[in-house]
Structure formats: C-alpha cells, structure tokens
C-alpha cells in the first residue's frame, strides 16, 4: 500500500500542470486578455507618473497694475519670476481680476492699487491685494503662500536698506490675501464635487457593460434580436433606467455633500441636472462599446477598469489638469469626467448657469452623440 502515496502525488501534480497549461494557453490565445494584462499596468505606470503632480506651478495669474510705476512693474515682473505664478493677462481694475476668477481663467489675480511706487519711496506702507480661487485649496495655497513669502522678502530687504541708511521710518509692503468660493480652504468642498463625477461613472459604465456580456453569455441577446427590435432602440432602452438611477445617485450625493461636508449650492440645480444627463448617456454610451468589444463579462469588466481608472487620473479631480506635462492635456479633452468635474464645481461653488456651463454642455452633448454613434455602428457589425 505505500507506492499509492507517491503514486497519488504524482497524479496530482500531472493534473495540476495540466490545468496551468490549460489556463495558461486560453489566456494567451485571447489577445484582449493579453492586452489588459500585459499593457494596461504600462499605461496607468505612465499615467500615473505624469498625472498625479501635487506641485502646483504656473498658476494663471491675472495682474491689475493699477500703479503703472516703475516700481510697481519691477515687483510683478519679479514676483512672477518665481515660476509658480504665471501671468495670464493684464486687466484694468480689481473687478476685472474678479471676473476671470468667476470664469475660471485666472486661478489668482494681483492687484495693485494707485500710489504704491510713491508710497514705497516716502516710506509709507504700499498695499498689493492678492485674490485666489479657493475651490481649489491646493492651488489656492500655493498662490497665496508663493505672494506671501515674495512680499516678505521685499520687505526684509526694505528693512535691510532702511538700517543701513538710519532713516526714522522704513518703507512697508502689506499683501492683503482674499480668498474667493472656499474662504476656509476645505477639501472637501473642493473634492467632493468632483468625487459625483467619480462614482457615476463607476456605476454606469461598469453595470452596462458587464449587463450586455451577460446576455451574450447566457444566450438571451439572441432571443431579443430575433424581434423587430433595432439595434439603437435596444440600447436606448438598456440605457434609460440606469439614466433615471444615475440622477437618483446624483440627488443622494447632493444630499450627503451639502449636510455632511457643508459644500454650498450657489447655482442652479437644473443646469447640474443638465449637465448629469449629458454625461449619464457618455458614461453608458462608452460601457456599452466596452461591451460591444467583448465576449465575456471578465473581460468587459476589465475593459471598463482599464477606462476608469485613465479618466480619473486625467479629470482634474485630484490634481490640477494645469500640472500636467502638455502633452497630457490634450487628452483631458475627450475624457468627459474632465468636463463634468468643471460643470458641477462651478455650478456648486461659483454659482454659474446655464450660460456660463454652456461650453461644458456643448462639450458633453457631442462627446455622448459620438460614443452612442459608435456602440450603436459596432453592435450592428458584430450581430451581422
């Protein structure tokens, strides 16, 4: 009776060998699991390299030298010097700088007011107002931090001069920081807006995609397509419900961010309802390509992974899109959680509407025709 134990053993392992061999070559024969398993951790490496940079630099500044000495030009030319301020226009009033904040074209401003070359010389106390968007507390602490330490060095050296000259009165540079939508410089009011973005398109394109696989597996898209359905009306209709769930999500998240995390309402909710829609049928309409590009659930599950996890990295959700190399940025434009990220922080924290979100509709409203359009042409080439 001995021999059957290595007997057994010996069994086991040409049967475990065999199985490995087996999953091995069913998982090389199929090119798409090759890709996903091969090249995907490639490129989210190389995403993740370069899309996630805590360092803020080149803030689009807008300068307001109301001064227009050689004084005032000298310290702006040097303050912008630094690197992390990076000037994005002149404009002529402290409302001006006001208004490229609210468009989000500027996420600081520097103003300086009248006087403040004359006051420098007399000695007297020279203001300079500095404005930053707080939406963005990252940024916005940079920005602020970047002015502060500049003025304090102009203001040690004034001091230095003053010493060596033994005036009675040394000349002062005071920075008067504002801090525009998030006084406080929560994160959350900042992350949370954009986190909405985040779980829809977890849920949608994630469930659309593995649902359309399902039914390919279990035989029963056949059954359907043997009706006088079309194929648009098919995934219209797999898409409504999750359209109608995806709102019901965006209502409960509202719920949470504003009695949770105090996060304002400033805008209207019909242009983020709007915006939601829009990009509702862009996340389905891309789960429902990932599905047409499938066979199986796993692999339409790892096609959506391979989706997600890219879109987030590039949607300025995290880190700013401007610390992006350039290259990158380009590809933020057709990723619509970038524009959906932008449509709901402005509408929460800045109070914009229908006008002011409209390149962001725009924007959404193509994105999701093109991604509908092309489901809808590849389904019907795979069923023919």
């Known amino acids: 009776m001995t021999p059957a134990r290595p007997l057994g053993r010996g069994l086991a392992r040409v049967q475990y060998l065999a199985v490995v061999r087996k999953e091995a070559l069913q998982t090389l024969r199929d090119r798409r699991i090759v890709f996903l398993l091969v090249m995907a951790p490639l490129i989210q490496t190389v995403l993740f390299g370069f899309a996630v940079d805590f360092d803020v630099d080149h803030v689009p500044t807008a300068v307001a030298d109301l001064d227009r000495s050689p004084e005032s030009r000298e310290e702006l030319r040097r303050l912008l010097a ?6 994005a226009g002149e404009v002529g009033s402290a409302a001006e700088a006001d208004r490229l904040l609210d468009e989000d ?52 050296s004034l001091l230095r ?36 973005a985040m779980l829809l398109v977890v849920v949608t394109t994630i469930v659309t995609a593995m649902g359309l696989a399902r039914e390919r597996e279990v035989g029963t898209l056949e059954q ?36 949770l995390f105090d996060v304002p309402v400033r805008g209207p909710l019909a242009a983020l309802g709007a915006g939601a829609v829009l990009y509702l049928c862009s996340t389905l ?12 659930q796993q692999q339409s599950f ?11 990295l590039l949607s300025g959700i995290m880190t700013p899109i401007g610390s992006m190399p350039g290259w990158l940025r380009w590809a933020t434009v057709v990723n619509p959680l970038r524009w959906f990220a932008e449509l709901s922080r402005s509408v929460l924290l800045r109070g914009a509407g229908f006008a002011d979100v409209a390149p962001q509709l725009g924007i959404l409203a193509l994105y999701g025709v093109a991604i509908l359009a092309a489901a809808t042409l590849r389904f019907r080439r795979r069923l023919g």
Request: glycine share 10%.
């Open 82 to 87: 630094d690197g992390t301020l990076a000037r």
């Open 105 to 156: 074209r500027a996420g600081a401003a520097v103003v300086v007011p009248p006087g403040f070359g004359a006051d420098l010389a007399a000695g007297r106390t020279a203001r300079v107002q500095v404005l930053v968007d707080g939406s963005d507390p990252l940024r916005a602490g940079a920005s602020a931090s970047a002015a502060a330490r500049y003025f304090g060095e102009v203001q040690r």
């Open 161 to 196: 001069a003053a010493l060596a000259r033994r005036p009675l009165r040394a000349g002062e540079v005071e920075v008067t920081p504002r801090v525009l939508y998030n006084p406080r410089l929560k994160t959350a009011v900042y992350i949370v807006p954009g986190i909405l």
């Open 224 to 259: 359907v397509m043997v009706t006088p359905v079309r194929p648009f009306v098919l995934l219209a209709g797999k898409m409504t419900p999750f359209v109608f769930i995806g709102l019901f999500d965006v209502l409960l998240t509202l719920t949470a961010m504003t009695w």
């Open 285 to 296: 309409g891309v789960g429902l390509f990932i599905s047409t590009l499938s066979s199986t």
């Open 302 to 312: 790892l096609g959506g992974f391979l989706f997600i996890l890219p879109a987030v």
